[in-house]
Nanobody, 127 residues
Framework: LHLVESGGGLVQPGGSLRLSCEAS????????IIWLRQVPGQEREGVSC????????VYLDSVKGRISISRDDTKTTVSLQIDNLKPEDTAVYYC?????????????????????WGQGTQVTVSL
């Protein structure tokens, strides 16, 4: 499964971005989609997940209350809305999945277990 992220960019603190994850017209309806982010020099960390049943999990305490993950009606796009962006949100954001994952978002994503990734989209929060 080849995933593609989009929607990143440069935004001022307090602004919002909506990141999208697609699979070239393939339905994502049967996959748990996980958003992760990576700051240079640090490990990738899970941000949020949406299950194939549209149940959601937020992994990062620092973004709770500021993000929303959703799947569009066509089931081909999973979006991550981030509001009230802060400089510490600056990172490359990835969407990923484990195509052999059992239904349901993991309690905590394990990077090594995710077998399909996008190329990442850069989010920079700065004045």
């Amino acid at each position: 499964l080849h995933l593609v992220e989009s929607g990143g960019g440069l935004v001022q603190p307090g602004g919002s971005l909506r990141l999208s994850c697609e699979a070239s017209g393939v339905s994502l309806n049967n996959y748990e989609i996980i958003w992760l982010r990576q700051v240079p020099g640090q490990e990738r960390e899970g941000v949020s997940c949406i299950s194939r049943y549209d149940r959601t999990v937020v992994y990062l305490d620092s973004v709770k209350g500021r993000i929303s993950i959703s799947r569009d009606d066509t089931k081909t796009t999973v979006s991550l809305q981030i509001d009230n962006l802060k400089p510490e949100d600056t990172a490359v954001y990835y969407c990923a999945t484990n195509t052999r994952m059992s239904p349901g978002c993991p309690a905590l994503p394990v990077v090594a277990e995710l077998d399909s990734w996008g190329q990442g989209t850069q989010v920079t929060v700065s004045l």
